[in-house]
């Protein structure tokens, strides 16, 4: 299983595989869909807290590199989480899309450095 995962560094985003889990995954001719939902574990900045996890916010999609001639896209399910004590809902601080863009920063990054030539 460690492969799987050192594999999936080298294709995803680091912060995609270190925190959200593959749950499904839809190949369709020209495309490829991942489906990831954040793991279930509490933010560390909120150690000192006791927080029950209360679901998912809303799916988002955002377009990765092209692998093996298919758009990837990447569906992601952000974890949220109730203070106990509080009842204050806290949720991580995810910057995960590049801004004004539907695409990972690595992605969107790479498009920038190749229109320069």
Same mark, same amino acid.
């Given at each position: 299983m460690e492969n799987y995962i050192e594999l999936l560094k080298l &294709? $995803? #985003?680091e912060l995609i595989v270190e925190h959200f889990d593959l749950v499904n995954t839809k190949i369709e001719q020209e495309k490829m869909h991942l489906f990831f939902e954040e793991k279930s574990t #509490? #933010?560390?900045?909120? %150690? %000192? *807290?006791? $927080?029950?996890s209360k679901g998912f916010l809303n799916e988002i999609t955002i377009q990765d590199f092209p692998l093996r001639?298919? $758009?990837?896209y990447l569906h992601i399910k952000r974890r949220r989480w109730t203070d106990k004590q509080s009842q204050e &809902? &806290?949720?991580?601080?995810? %910057?995960i899309v590049a801004q004004g863009t539907r695409m990972t920063h690595e992605f969107a990054d790479f498009l920038k450095e &190749? %229109? *320069?030539?």
């Open positions: &294709i $995803l #985003p #509490p #933010p560390k900045e909120y %150690n %000192n *807290r006791q $927080l029950v001639g298919k $758009l990837v &809902i &806290i949720q991580r601080d995810w %910057n &190749i %229109n *320069r030539y």
